[in-house]
């Protein structure tokens, strides 16, 4: 709780944006004018999940004393309070807000916010990134989490969408500044349990970000939030099931090939 970062300047470039949604996938169709939308310069929209790549504090984990090999990015929200502005110069602030002791056996963990600022202090966006460290559990701290009253409704979803990865993508995801080794080699993800690289899961949260536009069309995104539930491989399918419920979008997401449901607990807000 006591490490500090120093606040990161950002200034988002067009070609920065369209690297970001081209990573998410987005312009599979090339002549769908919405895609276009976030991959032309043209009239350039910036994706509005890509606050979670913008103003990292970087690789804190070792200065944390924390086991970085068995850390795994459990969770991740995002409320957009603004247009997010290309080529403006913008400010982000990070600290840590949370950490939950599991016990040794579960692992710690810990919440960072992230809030994204213009240069006079507007605020753009607000993340929150869970990291669960499974190496580190055990210290005594507090072990309650506040509760999640997540519930999946007992009806058929209003909307299934289904979005194909490419086997391809994490190459082409990491270019946005996560270069973990765990997301191209094959034998780093060997190492740490896994058959081959993983998807990153900010590829799998802006994919679902796509899902809930998809679901809503002409919305705009305003607030998104999920559990990663277990990862994603490049070239898998991604089965989303939304839900309506008026003020909020719940959804969770699987991949059919695996009967496994990937992204649990999910909410969303678009407008």
Same mark, same amino acid.
């Given at each position: 709780?006591?490490?500090?970062?120093?606040?990161?300047?950002?200034?988002?470039?067009? &070609?920065?944006?369209?690297? /970001?949604?081209? !990573?998410?996938?987005? @312009?599979?169709?090339?002549?769908?004018? *919405?895609? +276009? %939308?976030?991959?032309?310069?043209?009239?350039?929209?910036?994706?509005?999940?890509?606050?979670?790549?913008?103003?990292?504090?970087?690789?804190?984990?070792?200065?944390?004393?924390?086991?970085?090999?068995?850390?795994?990015?459990?969770?991740?929200?995002?409320?957009?309070?603004?247009?997010?502005?290309?080529?403006?110069?913008?400010?982000?602030?990070? &600290?840590?807000?949370?950490? /939950?002791?599991? !016990?040794?056996?579960? @692992?710690?963990?810990?919440?960072?916010? *992230?809030? +994204? %600022?213009?240069?006079?202090?507007?605020?753009?966006?607000?993340?929150?990134?869970?990291?669960?460290?499974?190496?580190?559990?055990?210290?005594?701290?507090?072990?309650?989490?506040?509760?999640?009253?997540?519930?999946?409704?007992?009806?058929?979803?209003?909307?299934?969408?289904?979005?194909?990865?490419?086997?391809?993508?994490?190459?082409?995801?990491?270019?946005?500044?996560?270069?973990?080794?765990?997301?191209?080699?094959?034998?780093?993800?060997?190492?740490?349990?896994?058959?081959?690289?993983?998807?990153?899961?900010?590829?799998?949260?802006?994919?679902?970000?796509?899902?809930?536009?998809?679901?809503?069309?002409?919305?705009?995104?305003?607030?998104?939030?999920?559990?990663?539930?277990?990862?994603?491989?490049?070239?898998?399918?991604?089965?989303?099931?939304?839900?309506?419920?008026?003020?909020?979008?719940?959804?969770?997401?699987?991949?059919?090939?695996?009967?496994?449901?990937?992204?649990?607990?999910?909410?969303?807000?678009?407008?």
């Amino acid at each position: 709780m006591g490490i500090g970062f120093d606040p990161k300047p950002v200034r988002l470039s067009p &070609r920065d944006a369209i690297l /970001y949604a081209l !990573g998410l996938g987005i @312009g599979d169709d090339p002549l769908d004018s *919405r895609a +276009l %939308a976030y991959v032309y310069e043209k009239d350039l929209s910036v994706f509005p999940t890509m606050p979670v790549v913008l103003g990292s504090p970087g690789m804190w984990f070792d200065r944390a004393g924390l086991d970085f090999r068995k850390l795994v990015h459990a969770g991740q929200t995002l409320e957009v309070v603004r247009r997010i502005p290309v080529d403006a110069p913008m400010t982000a602030t990070n &600290r840590i807000t949370a950490v /939950y002791d599991k !016990g040794a056996d579960k @692992g710690v963990i810990i919440e960072v916010e *992230r809030r +994204l %600022a213009t240069e006079d202090g507007a605020l753009v966006a607000t993340t929150v990134s869970q990291y669960l460290c499974r190496g580190d559990g055990g210290f005594g701290g507090t072990q309650q989490q506040p509760r999640n009253d997540w519930q999946k409704p007992d009806r058929a979803p209003d909307a299934r969408i289904e979005i194909a990865t490419l086997p391809q993508q994490a190459l082409i995801y990491r270019l946005n500044g996560d270069m973990n080794p765990l997301h191209i080699d094959p034998e780093r993800a060997r190492s740490v349990g896994f058959d081959r690289p993983i998807l990153h899961g900010l590829c799998t949260f802006g994919i679902a970000g796509r899902a809930i536009l998809a679901a809503k069309p002409g919305a705009a995104l305003k607030a998104l939030s999920v559990r990663m539930a277990k990862p994603v491989y490049p070239g898998e399918t991604l089965r989303f099931e939304v839900w309506d419920m008026g003020a909020d979008l719940l959804f969770e997401a699987s991949v059919p090939s695996r009967d496994a449901v990937v992204l649990a607990a999910g909410r969303a807000r678009a407008e």
